[in-house]
């Protein structure tokens, strides 16, 4: 009689695991797989770090092309002139304070905003992925009640920053072709003229496509690394993304939420 080989239960049957590229390339199309195999696979710097290094790269290279229009560098002038305006008119400053300003303003080189193109490519990419880290890993903490390892919820965040790399690309292009500094594809495209000092438009800015997706996506990882149903990871998700806006907003550092 021929031996037959025992069946393998289904539950022990594991899949390759994926490669860094593919996962990469799977957060935006199948983010649960991704997450699955992270919960249970060992940590991998690169699951972070290979992420921040494209925004880093993505956002540099935007403030390039951006900086390269006149149109949109006579945007950036009259923006700080009017802000400054402002001060004077609240009676903060004095008008030959103001007229100083502009005038260094003026006299600024080129370089100077390069250099706080790369500046700001270093923040978003790498303040941007350990912040959301520590929202999703103190959020399965403290709220949750379940423990994972804070390097997986780094893993996550990096991952999920994938969808910020494409909403800066996204968002290059749509100031570029209108030619307005303060494009995006979010609520204020449905404001004729943006105001960067106005509270409402602020919070106009702050609800964009891309900000609520991966939003999304972050709830889905802490669903998975928690072991809860997806809405109630979304409760908290969403309502601290909803309350940080606001917050950020209200205390007069609106220009984080866009």
């Known amino acids: 009689m021929e031996n037959v080989p025992p069946s393998i239960p289904a539950e022990r049957v594991q899949r390759p695991s994926s490669s860094l590229a593919g996962r990469l390339l799977n957060v935006f199309a199948a983010p649960g797989d991704v997450f699955d195999e992270l ?3 060992n940590s991998s710097v690169a699951n972070w770090l290979v992420p921040v290094l494209i925004v880093m790269l993505v956002t540099i290279t935007s403030f390039a092309v951006t900086l390269s229009q006149p149109t949109i560098k006579q945007q950036i002038v009259e923006m700080q002139e009017k802000a400054i305006d402002q001060q004077v008119a609240a009676g903060k400053i004095k008008a030959d ?7 260094q303003i003026a006299a600024l080189p080129p370089w100077v905003m390069q250099l706080f193109g790369i500046v700001q490519g270093v923040v978003a990419g790498f303040c941007g992925t350990f912040w959301w880290a520590l929202v999703v890993w103190l959020l399965g903490k403290l709220a949750l009640k379940s ?4 390097l ?8 999920t920053m994938m969808i910020f790399a494409l909403s800066v690309v996204l968002t290059t292009l749509l100031i570029v072709i209108l030619g307005n500094l303060m494009a995006r594809p979010a609520l204020s495209v449905f404001v004729s003229e943006f105001d960067p000092t106005s509270k409402l438009h ?5 609800v ?3 900000y609520l997706w991966s939003t999304a996506v972050l709830s889905l990882a802490l669903s998975k690394l928690s072991g809860v149903q997806f809405g109630k990871a979304a409760v908290w998700m969403f309502g601290f993304w909803a309350a940080s806006r606001v917050l950020f907003v209200v205390i007069g550092l609106g220009g984080f939420v866009l």
């Open 39 to 41: 919960k249970t696979a």
């Open 208 to 210: 964009n496509l891309f």
């Open 202 to 206: 602020l919070l106009l800015g702050s």
């Open 152 to 159: 997986k919820a780094l893993e996550v965040s990096g991952l």
């Open 147 to 150: 423990e994972f390892p804070f």
């Open 97 to 103: 304070q103001a007229k100083a300003f502009k005038e």
